[in-house]
């Protein structure tokens, strides 16, 4: 049974930054490609970012590319999500999410197999 758990959330100014970690268990981290996703109250589920199993392809939604990171370090079964100059409308419950099936970068929540709890960012204006 994989298992997720995010972790980096909080309260934070507009412009402010903060990092997120998703820690894996269960099955070998470095088979799975990568993804977070956010979701606010009232809306859908929403891509943020994609890394592909080694690291070596990352995708980005539009409206975070140049102001969020994704990473991963395989050895310490773990992913992250760097976030700078963080605005309101980032506000969201930030989920990471786990597909070991296919390789590559996925940003469709349908193409993942396992998702965390998720931790919750609120960037104050």
């Known amino acids: 049974q994989v298992q997720l758990v995010e972790s980096g959330g909080g309260l934070v100014q507009a412009g402010g930054s903060l990092r997120l970690s998703c820690a894996a268990s269960g099955r070998t981290f470095s088979n799975a490609r990568m993804g977070w996703f956010r979701q606010a109250p009232g809306k859908e589920r929403d891509f943020v970012a994609g890394?592909?199993?080694?690291?070596?392809?990352?995708s980005y939604a539009d409206s975070v590319k140049g102001r969020f990171t994704i990473s991963r370090d395989n050895a310490k079964n773990t992913m992250y999500l760097q976030m700078f100059s963080l605005k309101p409308e980032d506000t969201a419950v930030y989920h990471c999410?786990?597909?070991?099936?296919?390789?590559?970068?996925?940003?469709?929540?349908?193409?993942?197999?396992?998702w965390g709890q998720g931790t919750q960012v609120t960037v104050s204006s």
């Open positions: 999410a786990a597909d070991f099936r296919l390789s590559g970068v996925a940003d469709d929540f349908r193409a993942y197999e396992y």
């Open positions: 890394i592909s199993q080694s690291g070596a392809f990352t």
